[in-house]
């Protein structure tokens, strides 16, 4: 896409506006523009956020209105239901929203969410690769290394698999 400014270079920079009309509908409008006039023009120029975050902004543009209501109705919560003493946060509020309300949260319902960790996961407790897959894996990610003579990471993979094949003999010593 070529910047719809200078039209000259390549369009990097993507600027996404959403304004609401008085009826409360939204307007969108984007920008394609190249670095350079993305400079000239006062915007700030960063890597991309990651796409998660890009969702996550525009959801919240595009339901910025409705967010009071949500937010209202998410906390009527359920007769009963405990509710977080520092925000007041259910867990009602958390299975809408996918989120806590407070740091406060995670101690607050760790029976609830060791129960949501074993309905995803099958377990509530973080997994580590073990190290002999983690080494084979390695070991592959270098051959490929050296086919693309990328020798950077080739470099830093030989680093890891020296490191782990370290930590196997630790672990095999008897004690």
Known sequence: MICQSCQKHDATVHQVQVKY???GNPNIEQR???QNCAKASGLPVAPSPQLPNVVQMLGKALLGPLSASLAEAANSGVPGEPSCPECGWTP???RQTSRFGCPNDYDFFSDFVENV???????SEHARPDAENQLEQSRQELEAAILT???ETAARL??????LEQDLE???EPA
């Open 92 to 94: 009602r509020d958390f």
């Open 158 to 163: 030989r680093d890891t698999i020296r490191d």
């Open 21 to 23: 009309d008085v009826d």
């Open 32 to 34: 394609h523009i190249c």
């Open 117 to 123: 960790l074993e309905g995803i996961h099958g377990y």
């Open 149 to 151: 003579e990328d020798y």
């Open 170 to 172: 630790i672990l095999d």
